[in-house]
């Protein structure tokens, strides 16, 4: 959801747009239930967000 939402909001985009110096997924942490909101997912859907775990799917989403 949160690749979607960065390519929706400006394409192409540059891929240190979407991705930390580390690779994390930048909005995935603070920015996640406002995303997930503006898509009409409740933002009590998720308990917890882990960033590792998103990372490589991502990253594979954002070159596809």
Do not use: C
């Not at 690779?23 to 997912?41: D, M």
């Amino acid at each position: 959801m949160v690749v979607l939402d960065h390519l929706r909001r400006k394409i192409p985009v540059e891929e240190s747009e979407v991705f930390s110096k580390g690779g994390e997924l930048k909005s995935a942490r603070t920015g996640l239930a406002a995303i997930l909101e503006k898509y009409g997912v409740p933002s009590t859907y998720l308990k917890e967000v882990t960033t590792r775990q998103a990372g490589i799917v991502a990253r594979r989403l954002f070159e596809a």
